[in-house]
């Protein structure tokens, strides 16, 4: 009795992983695929799993009476939002200009949009997660690069040449460290996972004496978490490098604040897992920085969907008309 | 024979001036006046200066049969757009929680809106200034101090405290200067005609030879102008000054461009009559800070009405029904 309830096929395409969902109008995940991207097998092959996926859990929601509105792929950058196109990530090797929402929307028969996955999990928090109830916030997503997105009334923040929101590509130190991007003194050259790892491991290298020297020559290497357990610890350089990430993100919040204004800033990605290691010093350093008289400070929250956000984030997309 | 024509009027309230004018559907100033603010005399007395102007425009107006639609008042900000309320802004001493718009509005007889002037200056770069035929853009205006100003898609970025587009105020040194709003490190400390000034005094205090020196202790001191002018004769104190400012200005053009993406930045204010002086050097410095291959750069242009820019701007606020 009743038409089938509306659903959304979202794909969250990342380096090592494929995420595959399918969300309902709830925000709710009813059913979820991850599987390995298998990125050097290279971009002809990781479509096709990209498409078998989407093709797949279109069935299943058929089977279980949902009616798929759409696919929306979030992908890491460079992207055009507008053409459907992934240019040239760096995480993704021998991508160049592939047309992906063109490639699944003829071979799914869905209504098909691509998006930066940033961009997607920054509406997803928005919608269901951690900026649930507010009208724009800001999400960086800090793992091994930091992304950005930004939601301003309900909407992404696409930018002109659809390269807005890269929060972690803004210079906190003019003539800093070298950045993966070819700039020099970006957030992420500070505190990103993959930076606070390479600071400390200088410091082994210069032959200062930190707990985190043994992990390094460990099998699996030196992690973020480590340096964080190091830090709670109290090694000397791992604190150090933990707070100077921090303080940085500060610095970042308060130029996003004078910049954009937002209600709220969401901490998200792999090392939001930290929790208040990561919030507090990010919110002391944030007051002691930022204007002492005005108050328009937004909110700096942890991200609430985890893993999750851009999966929902994309789906949310699907929903508003945005697939074509 | 047919109905009059619609015009606006709009006043650009400042600390030592207050500029006015008619301006029509056409953005051209048909008439304008300039009056000193005398604020040291208080907000009572200034704002009989600003209603008179206010009522004087609109009879004017009236005369050479142009129907007024509204009044716009720009103004220095802290400031609540919502509200039509002057909160307490540096160079308005005695201001607090001023409410403009409904003065205004009730001893005008007409719809008024008020709104930060740096919004103001950037909405009318946008209208029929530098901004002319773009979609998006963010004006920098340099002067006493740093003013900014985002539109997109054709409307002003208020954010949700009403005080975004601040990029005066952005952190460029952390740790750096202090700077007047209490931060430090502001792109304001570095790069306003006042630091600059502070900057090469500071040089001279501390025995450093620079032709400054002569008009630092002339009658009406040192202004960014002598610093200009003493840069391009090759004084080397100037140069720094004045090559560390355009530096910095355009480690903030990169912020931005990777947060807001815009399409234009306008440089504007009255450091920009430098000209080429000042837009070569950001320009460069810009070139040289960006990404090398992602081609999102913004197109970098010196503001195109000068003095005009926040009273046109304001009259667009009116034409476009937002003043009540």
Same mark, same amino acid.
């Given at each position: 009795m009743g038409s089938n309830a509306d659903c959304a096929i979202a794909i969250d395409l990342g380096g090592t992983r494929i995420k595959a969902g399918i969300v309902d109008r709830d925000a709710r995940v009813v059913a979820r695929h991850t599987i390995p991207t298998?990125?050097?097998?290279?971009p002809d092959h990781v479509m096709q799993r990209i498409i078998a996926e989407a093709r797949d859990l279109a069935d299943e929601a058929r089977r279980r009476s949902l009616n798929p509105m759409g696919v929306a792929v979030g992908a890491p950058g460079a992207l055009s939002q507008s053409r459907g196109v992934i240019l040239a990530p760096p995480n993704l090797p021998g991508w160049n200009n592939v047309p992906v929402a063109a490639l699944v929307r003829e071979r799914c028969g869905l209504p098909t949009i691509l998006e930066n996955d940033a961009n997607a999990a920054a509406l997803g928090e928005f919608w269901t997660?951690? #900026?649930? =109830? %507010?009208d724009n916030l800001v999400l960086l997503t800090l793992g091994t690069g930091i992304g950005g997105g930004v939601v301003l009334g309900g909407r992404i923040l696409r930018g002109f040449f659809e !390269? /807005? =929101?890269? %929060? #972690?590509? !803004? @210079? %906190? @130190?003019? $003539?800093?460290r070298p950045c993966g991007c070819g700039?020099? #003194?970006?957030?992420e050259a500070y505190a990103s996972a993959n930076s606070i790892v390479r600071i400390v491991s200088e410091q082994i290298s210069a032959g200062t004496a930190t707990v985190c020297a043994e992990t390094l020559t460990a099998e699996n290497g030196l992690t973020a978490e480590h340096v964080a357990e190091a830090a709670q610890a109290g090694d000397s350089v791992a604190m150090q490098a933990w707070d100077q990430a921090c303080r940085l993100l500060a610095v970042s919040c308060v130029n996003v604040q004078h910049v954009l204004n937002p209600q709220v800033i969401v901490l998200g990605g792999g090392m939001s897992a930290a929790g208040a290691q990561l919030l507090e010093p990010v919110r002391r350093h944030f007051s002691e920085l930022?204007?002492?008289?005005?108050? $328009?400070?937004p909110d700096i929250r942890l991200a609430a969907? /985890? $893993? $999750?956000a851009g999966v929902v984030g994309a789906a949310m997309l699907v929903f508003s008309g945005e697939a074509t």
């Open positions: 298998e990125a050097e097998r290279g997660g951690a #900026g649930r =109830g %507010v !390269t /807005a =929101g890269e %929060v #972690g590509h !803004t @210079i %906190v @130190i003019p $003539d800093g700039q020099k #003194g970006c957030l930022t204007w002492p008289k005005i108050n $328009d400070r969907l /985890a $893993d $999750d």
